[in-house]
């Protein structure tokens, strides 16, 4: 079997205010901004292999997020990866950023959701997958 996908590219999130998502990014997630326009930007970690973020404000928008109905959890459609998961929660609490709770096993895996300004949920995890 051919392979022609070898990674993920780019991320697209709908915003209502690029401006207020650029800010929200950059910050909360030290990204840079490679490239903006009048109604998108392109932001990256400037890393080899991790997908860019592209931001495009429209006038329909729908946040982000689906409802697990058999775990009853609203999921995420992003995790972003960091091996400093306590510090960053509490990082972005302290930025009045909405968090949900944060989970961690016996193990110290876990992770926790958040919400940019337009409420699409994100989440932050610990766990780095073969590959990564």
């Known amino acids: ?6 990674r993920i590219s780019t991320i697209e999130i709908p915003v209502s205010n690029l401006e ?6 950059t910050t909360v997630l ?3 901004t490679d490239f903006k326009g009048e109604k998108a930007a392109m932001l990256s970690f400037h890393q080899k ?9 429209t006038e329909d928008f729908q946040p982000l997020s689906f409802f697990n109905n058999q775990s009853k959890i609203e999921h995420s459609i992003i995790d972003f990866y960091t091996p400093l998961l306590k510090d960053f929660y509490k990082f972005l609490e302290k ?4 968090v949900g709770p944060l989970n961690i096993n016996e ?3 876990g992770g926790f959701g958040f919400k940019d300004p337009d409420g699409n949920l994100l989440s932050a995890c610990n766990v ?3 590959g990564q």
């Open 128 to 130: 780095e997958h073969l």
């Open 107 to 109: 193990e110290g895996i």
């Open 49 to 57: 292999g991790v997908p860019t973020i592209y931001l495009v404000e």
């Open 30 to 32: 030290g990204v840079f």
């Open 20 to 25: 207020t998502s650029i800010d929200f990014y």
């Open 1 to 6: 079997m051919t392979h022609f996908i070898s």
């Open 95 to 98: 930025k009045n950023i909405e």
